[in-house]
Every structure is written in C-alpha cells, then in structure tokens.
C-alpha cells in the first residue's frame, strides 16, 4: 500500500514521474537511428539526379518482397540506368533495411516520417517512385551523422573515379 | 388512507401467493414467494411494527428465499416435466379443496366472541422492550432455538462435506 | 481572526440551510392553500429529492474520482481529454451507456433479465433513507434503522442470483453462485460488527448512534467508537466486508474474474449494465455511509472548534475519505482466489466478530474509562494472534531465501 | 565442445545394447557436431540407455526436429574404364546414381548432470510416401511430446507410442505437410491488388478456374 | 479455415491418453468444458486451453496452438541467411536482440566465422538488457493476470520504456532490433548511448526493491502463489523445461555458464535455485535474474573496449557456408532458444530449425494444472511466461 501511496503524492509532486505523453500536442523526438518506411535520394533534380541505377539488387534480396522496379527504357529500346517504375508496398514493408545495407549506390535510405495513415487499404499504401524520391538535404535533416558518411564515400568515390580518368586521359 | 393500504397489499399478498402455487416456471414461482414474503413485511410495518416488519423481511428473505433459490439452482429441474394430474380434473380437484377449507375459516370466524369487541389499544412496543422481554421470560425458548439451529449448521456442514471427498 | 469570525455567522446559517429551505418552500406551498395531505407527500419528496439528488452527483463524481486517482497511481494523467481536467469524462460515459444497443439473449429468460438491475440498485436507494447526513437531518426516523439496512441488503444477493440465472450462460451461472456465496458469507460479519455497536449505544436508530459519540475526551480526541479497541477491530471489520459485499477489490471475484469473463454481468450491456454499474458505486456510498455513522462519528466534527463547519459537510467528507482508502485499495491489491475469500470470512472473520462482541461487554462494564481500554484488549488481541499464527502456517509469509549457484 | 567424443558413445551404445545399428555420420561443416545414425528398430532402447548409462547420462532432449530429403540425384565425375569396341579407355564419365529420398527425425540429446554437450542423434524412416513410421521417444523424453507432434504436423512422420498424436499447428483435416520440399502452397488466398504482377497471375488463374484451385485441401 | 476442433483426428490412438486424472472423481458430476481463449484477457495472445472442470478444480487441460502459425522454417528455407535476419525479431517479439544473437551465432558456427571483440560487448549487453525487459514486463503481467489490473504493469512499462529507448536510438527501432549480423553488429553505438545505458542501469536497483516490496510479501500474492502449480526437478528435466522455470525447481542449468558462449565466462554473476519448484519460486527466481543481470552489465558498459563493430572479411548478402549442419543455443530470457541449420552450399538454408522455449515449456503445463483451481491456471500459465510469436512461428 505504501508504494501506491508514494507514487499517487509523487505524481502530484514530482511532474517529471508522469510517463503520460499528450501526443497531438508534443510530437515524440525520434532518435537519430530511428527508421520507418524507406525512401530513394536524389541529389539535386528529382528525374535526373536519383541514385537509383534499378540494379533490382534490393528486389532480390527484400524478404518480404515488397519492392518492385521495371527499368527505364530509351527510344530505342536499349535499358537506361534509371527505374521507371519504383514501387514499394508499405503494407507489406517491415522497415527492416536489408535494402539499405545491400544497396550499393546508397540509393535507398530509412525516412523518419510515421503519419502514413489513409482511408483505402491499397493503393494509396503503395508508395510509388515520386513519392517515394526525397532531396539528399532531407536526408542530412534526419540522419545527420549518416548522411555525412555517406557523402564522404561519395565523394571519395567520385574523386577516384575522375582520378583514374584523368589517368586513362593523360595515357591515351 | 389505512384502509386502501390494507387492501393493496391484501390483494398483492393473495396474488403472489397463488403465483407461487402456479406459475409452471419453478424459478418464477420461487420468486413471486418472496414478493409475498415482502408484502408480508410491509403488512407488519403498516401496522406500525417495524421490528418484526424489518426481521420478517431479513430472515425470509434473505435465508429462505435464498435457499428455495438455491435449491432450485442446484438441482436445475426443467419446467416440462413436473408431475401433475390432467389440467380438468386437477381444476375441479383444486376448487373443491379451496372451497371445503373457506367454508371452515368462515365458520370459525363468525361464530367466535372476539370478533365483534371495540379492537383494543395498539401495544406499543418499542424495541428496547422486546429486547427486555427476550431475555427475561422468553430466555429458554429462544437458546433452545439457537442450539437446534447449530445444530441444523453443523449437520448441513457434515452432510455437504462427505458427498464431495 | 476577523476573516475567520466573519466567516462563522456565514457557516452557522449555512448548518441549517437544507431544513431552512425545504421549511420556506412548504411555508410558500402552505400559503398558497396546498390541502394537508399533499403537503406531507410535498414534503417527502423534498427531502428524497435532496439525498437523492446528492448520491447521483456523488455517483458521477465516483467514476471519474476513481480514474484520476488509479491513474495517478499508476503515474498516468487519467481522463483530461473530456472537459476540464476529464470532468465531463463520466456523462460521456453515461450517454454511451445509453446509446450502446441492450442485446438481450434470446434463451434468456426475458422477466428475470429485465427485473434483475433494477432490483439491485433498490437496496441502495432504500438504506439511503436512513442516514443521518446532519444533525436532526435525518429523512426517515426510523427506531430500527440499522436493521432496515440489513433487511434491505439481502435484496441484492436475489437480484445477483437471476441476472446470472436468466442469461443463462456457463460463465454468468458459475459467477452468480460465486457472487451469491460471497455476499452470503461476508453478511454475517458486517451484522456482527453493527451489534456491537448497538449494544454500546442501546438503540437501534442511527441518530442516537451518532448522538452517542458527541464529545470530546480531554478536550481533543472526539470519542466515536473507532478509537475505542472494540470499536477498531469491529470497524476494520466493517469496512472489510462492506468491500467484499460491494464487490470492490480484492474481493471482486464475480465480476473482474479473469477466467471467467465478466460474472454474471455478462449477458447486459446498453443501460441496463449502467445500473449494475451505478448499483456497485452507490453501494459502496451507502455502506461507507454506515461505516461513518456507526463508528467515525456520523456528522461530529472531528475537533471542537471545528464545530462551525455545517454537520452534514463533515458527513460527505468523511464518505470520501473511505471511498479513496476503498480506491486506493483497488489500486494495490490483485485478487483473492474464491476458496481463500471462503475460509478468511467463515475461519476468521467471523470467529474475531464474537469476540468482538465479548470486548465491546467488557469494555462497557469495565466503565468505559482506561480500566476498560485495558480489561477489552485482550479478548481481541490474544484470538487474533493466535488465529493469525494458525492461518499463516502453511505459508512462509515472509518470503523465501535462495540459494545460489556459482 | 563435447567431453566425450561421438567415437566413443558410439561404441559404448554398440557394446551395451547388442544388436543395435548404429552408424556415425561426419559433419562436414567447421561446427564439429557429428551425428549418430541409430536404426528404428532399438530406438527405445538405445535412447533409454542413453539417459539412465550413470557415464554418460544425457537425461535433456533439447531439440526434435524432422528434415526432408527428397531423391536426389548425384552426378559424379568417375574415371571409369569400360570396354569400347574392344579396347579399355580411360575416360571421365559422369555417373548419375540415385539416392532414394526418405524422412529423417534429429534429436539433440544434452546432459543436464555432467554438463556435457549435444549428441545429435538421427531416426531415418523408409521412404517418404508410405514407410514413414518411426519410434516415438516420449515415453523416453518427456520433453519430445510436441516437438514430435510438430514434426508430425509439418513432415507426415508418423510416431507410434506417442501419447496423444495429433497435428501441433494446423487444423484437424489438413491433408498436405508443410514443411516437405515438394510442398505447393495453396493459391486461394484473397484478391489483393499488389505491385508484383506473379502474384496477380497466380490470384486470376486461380479465380478463373472459380475458386477450386488444385491446391485447395478441403 | 474451418477452426482447429481439439477432437481426436485418425491419429493411431485416438483414446484418451492414461494421464487424465478422472478416476477420482465421481463421473455423473457434471464436468464442465470451458474453452480459454483464444480471445481472453490473459492468454499472452491466441492461445487455447480447453479445461474440463468439476466445479472448482481442473480435471482435464489441452492446450490448442496453432492461431498465429506462419511458418516461419518454410520462408526462411526460400530467403537468403542475411533475409530471415528481421523474421527472427517476429519469434519471442519481447526479445528480438537474444533472438537475434541466437541465429548469428548459428550461422557464425555453420560458416566458422570470429566476432570482434566490441560486438561481444555489445551483444552481451544488448541481451542482458533484453532480459531486463522481458522480466520486467513478466512482472507486469503476472500481477494483472492475478487482478491488480495495471498498477504493477504501468511500473513495469515505465521501466522497460527507457530500456527500448536505448535500442531504438541504437537499432533504430524499439522491439524490433535487426542488430546484430554474421560476424558483428550492424552499426556502431552512437554517441552518448553508454552513458544513458549507464545511466538506466544505476537507476534499476531502486525499481526492482520498489517492486519487491510491492509484490515479495504481499499476503494476497503469497496465497494465491506458493504451494500451486509445484514441479519436481526431474521431471522438469525429463520435460525439457528450460530458463527461470528450470531453475526455479532447482536444477542448476543455465547455459551461459554451461556453453560459455560470448564472453559470459568473464563476468562473474550466480545462478538463483529455487527449492519448491511453485508459481512464487518462478516469480522470485526472475527477481534475483534480474538482480544477477545487472551485475553482468556494470563491468560490460565500463571497459567495452574500442575497435571495430563488424568483422570485415564477414559477407553479409551472398554468404555461401560451406556444407555441413549446426546446432547453436543462447540462454534466452524465456529458455533455451536454439537455431538448427543444415547448408547444402547455396544461399539458402537447406533445413532451419528454431528451437521455442516457450512452446517446450508448455509441455507440462497439463501436469502442473491437474487438481488445481481454475483461477490458479492463470497463474500457472503466467509463470511459465510464454509468446505466442515463438510457439507457433
């Protein structure tokens, strides 16, 4: 009984021992590793500057396989390092990012964003390519530290690259 | 107004009474027996004897009732299959009884000497003094009663308990 | 002082308030040429308006008081969503109460389902008619008022027994037989600690009871019975079974059950599942009403200088108080399991309720001063102690030690 | 990991139980947990003696569980000499034997008493339609009652002298097992627009034969 | 799917087996078939038991599984080893890092691979603090399956709410971890998470003494618990009971200190025995666990040395073991939890085999509930502490 008593006065007293959260008013602040549904990145233009090279690798390996691309094709029918179509069905999603791990472009990240809600069970749940694509900087907004990383590598990445083309330049 | 009360519970006390005699559902017959315990109850209290008002509803309603109500719980009997004669001879064979014993109460009332005396004063008996009266004359009575009533608890207990182990 | 004096002629008229206005409405009534008999029916229903009136607001008060306080204890804010601070939460209640369809089995027997909530909210309002909320403000005179409390709460064990007989579903019949025993076994100990009180006072009738611990022991402690040793334990007692008879926690077996859905109530639902609802809050008021009038000093003022407070202020604040002791209790305890609710009131309850009995002679005839502090405790000590030592035997109460392996 | 080595149990088992099969089979992954092959006739007793045996006293029955090993065909690369049109020629051929499938319980047996670990012991039935009897280890292993139910809900194994078996998981008159590799799951499952067109075939040939799919059970 | 009827199926002995005790009562006596479940206020999830009662006490009890069954073996045999990674987190869903643990250190020993010595650290305490989480929720739930609806629970959340804190700033995610992989952890601890670890740990002591002594002497929670539901230790062994219900007969097994696997055999803690082998036994023996838990992580989060998380020849997305089978366990907070793999040198597993404590310790459920009262099959079953995710997979 006294420990009932205790913490009765003490939720009186103490404000902080009242784990009750008024969620409309104060939105939960999310740990930076927190991840929800997953979302493309684009550097700069939405069309043209998406990472996304659709190498179908994320398909494969997805488990519950909930992601699915058909590759861009030019005039001529040859394949364009572009997805065309970019589906993921969130309903079926687990947000376990197997997809972000196996991704070599850092194509794919985890988003942050839980109101998902909608009135229809299907169609508004898969989440097609343009909603799907977000700006690089908005993944700097959510995983700061992640987001630093990564362009590191990217830039590193793109340095070596333009190295050794100069190399193959300045051979041939 | 004491007269319209009289004949209200009257009519409610003969009602409830034959209910409990008829009505085929056991539970339901159970039941309408306390509403004739209650206005019984009520009878005593508007003759303005609320001690034996109070007990009468206390002790017949709450013990008795409870074990007509229980018993039937327990046992569980299906309304259907109650044993009774065929409905016409039963109806002549009730109204006969009915009338045999109504004629004797008549009789004996009319022909008694009390019934046409002035009623006399209404006793007051305040509690304290059925209390005095308990424990003073009536002491003997009422201890005989208490042990025979262990004595019923008691059996009840051993009878209950062996039947289970 | 000037604020305190001022306020005093304000409280001394505020003590009679309710007489006051019940006698100007009849005095306008009677000047308007009401005929005699009506008068007296105008007058009754005047004061069971009153009481009744207060039990509802009380009733309301009751459900949302529980949240906020089960709440806090479970550092949760409770219901603040509804009105201000979750005040509204209970009419919210009270309408979806009304408006959730009353599904009424079809093998149900359609009489009994109906009568029965309506029988157990009878006692409640019944026994309100005789508690004596302040001074000379009790509604009904009655010499034998305790015993009409009694008589009346029997009701509730028929009403238990057909709504559990006429939803007739396995659970609801096994609840009831449940509901009915327990009522039944903690009956007798709330009788026997009514009698001793009612051999101290000698009357029956609740004002003398209150009447009988006016005063002031050396200037101070007001002498109600609960500081006498008898008066403690039968209190104790009491309250112990008035939770039991209520069906509060950790005595509530029927209904909380949770093997065995929700007791006899589980047939109900819509408004007729309210009055159970309203039924068990009220009955908690009631019997809390008695506890206070029989040993906490009914409307007495707890201090003698606080007698400027209205009595019948004192009254309710005192209800409260046990009803947050019965809800804090709610709070803390899990439940008893029904055979253990069995043995604690017939193995123990009851054997300390006769000796009860024998302390409260003894502390009369020892004359009721320190000689009869002394001479009473033993009789009450000495049983429960060794009764205590002979229930806890089979138990190591005190919890166990372990060993360990490296 | 193991006190004793399965070399030795193995042997101890021969000598105490006498004509009792019992055949090591090497695991040829780094985990070191070589298995003992016992044949279904002195189960029972094999398992019984190797609770109560006071050396080696594996009392715990960790793990039942049952593997399907459907016919499998194995392709060797084999120097086979063999007489074309008169002269013997060494040449590499690829032999194609096969091996008949069958239905295999494993028990991982522990000590409790002596701490010592898992002998992982095997129970291989006939074949896979009709000789799939095995001995229960229940009446041995307390433990193994619906973990043995489980394998006979998802393999078909059937245990006699089991207690009470039934199927663990899936209703009563379910007829397929689940868990077999030649296992088709049913396709009736409700329409539900999904990105993956497969998937949508699938659900429309199966609504076009009206809802009778072949792998409906009932 | 017509329901599962719990009526014999053509199995080879339909009669009822010998066990049920009804010769001692006499059979004209209505016995009553109640069905538990599967939607019932404290069955951990859809679970069944029908009970025979005669009157007050238990005469017969057949537990019926199956509800939440989705074949768990079946998808992880078509997805790659690092694919079922997230399903285990859907096994014992209160202890998805021990799950976790449990499958990498299956696939660990399949392939042969070595750990770091940081991720060690790191999986010893993430699973520690797991344990601290499904204790403490046990504790919730024992008391409201006995009646104290919410108090003892809300305590409990609170705590376990600052431990999922800690994992969901390190996995991203509250219960459902995907943390650890084939040689390592994910990621690295990000900054600040020892010291709010530390922090929380400080703190437990004063919570686990304030809900001793809300529940340790409690007289309701004593009658109501000791002396019910009491197993012997050999036939707890003999039914391949495992994990605080093991222990709580006196059967000293834990496999931390008998596997020695991680680095458990550098951290010196004791395993609590209980001598009754009752409901209170099992409720007390989590208590000290939880006690002994903590000793366990104030040296890990004191010297976690540095260096790196994963090991970098590890392959995660087409990890090919060589061919061969393993069998590897961890003391899971509700038993052992094993992982059974056999690799025929694809990507995929040929066989994988999840070993549910909670499932085998229902195994004698039956026998600890025969004679005694159905309000005490609650607790009986709440001591026992099982998840539905395990028991059906």
Redesign the interface.
Known sequence: MGITAKNFIASYTKPESLITEEYPEEKPKLPENNRNFPFLVFDDDPDAGLRCVSCKICERECPPQCIYIVQERDENGRPVKQPKVFDIDISVCMSCQICVEVCPFDAIKMDQEYELSSLDRFDPLIHDRQRLSKSNEYYHSIHPAEAAAVDAVLAEKAARKAGNKKAADNES | MNATAYILLGILLIASGTGAAVLRNPVHSGLSAVVAFVTLGMLHMALGAQFIGFVQLLVYIGAVAILAVFAILLTRPEASHLPCLRPLRRAVAGAVTAGLVLAALLIAIFRSPSLNREPGPVAEAPVAEIGELLMTTHLLPLQTIGVLLTAALIGAVLFASTNHS | MTALSGTIPVFASLEGAPIALKAWILGMLENMGMPE?FLMLVSIQLSILGFFSVFLLLFVLASWFERK??A??????GPNRVGPAGLLQPIADGIKMLTKEDIVPVAA?K??HACAPVLIILPAFLAMAILPYGKNMTPVE???GI??F???S??T??AV??AG?ASLN?FSM?GA?RA?AQI?SY?LPLILAATSVVMIT???SLTAMVEAQGGYLLGILPNWHVFTPWGFAAFAMFFISALAESNR??F?LPE?????VAGHMTEYSGFKYALFFISEYLGLYVVCGFAVALFLGGWQAPLPFLTFIPSWIWFFAKILCLVFVAM??R??????????LMNFAWKFVIPLGVMVLVSAAVWHLAGRGPLGWILSLPPLLIPYWLMARAYGR???????V????? | MNALSTESIAARVREAVPEAEVELIPNKGPSGQDSLLIGAAKAVEIAAFLRDDPELRFDYASNVTGVDWPERVVKERVTATEEVDGETKEGKKVVETKIPGFLEAVYHLYSMERKHGPLVVRLRTGDRENNVTLPSLTPVYRGAEFQEREVYDLYGIRFDGHPDLRRLLMWENFADYPMRKDYTPPDDYEYEPTPHDAVLEKAKRHQADDGCGKGDPA | MNPPSETGSPSPNPAESPRYRTAGYDSDAQLLEVSLGPQHPSTHGVFRMNVALDGEDVVKLKPVFGYLHRNHEQIAEQVSYLGSMPYTDRLDYFCSLSNNWAYAAAVEKLAGIDVPERAEYIRVITSELTRLVNHTSFLGFMLSDMGAWGTVLMYAFREREKILDLFESLTGSRMMGNYMRFGGCRCDLPPGWLEQARKVVDGYPAFLDEMESLIATNEIVISRTQRIGRLPADKAVNGSMTGPCLRASGVNYDIRKVDRYGIYDRFEFRVPLGDHGDCYDRLMIRFLEMRETLKILRPALRDIPEGPVMDPKARQRNLRPPEGEAYARVEAPKGELGFYLISDASDKPYRYRVRPPSLINLTLLEDLCLGEKIADVMVILGTIDIVLGEVDR
């Not at chain 3, 089979?394 to 166990?400: P, V």
């Open positions: 008999p306080i089960l806090r204890i479970q550092n949760r804010r027997d009489v009994l009655l010499e034998v015993l009409l009694f008589a009346v029997t009701a064990e028929l027994f057909m007989w396995k096994l037989m009915v039944l009956e000698g009357s029956l926690t950790p509530d909380g059950e949770s093997e065995l804090w209790i709070g803390t305890f899990p439940r008893v399991r029904v055979d253990h089979n138990y190591d109460a005190g919890g166990r372990y060993r360990f392996a490296e």
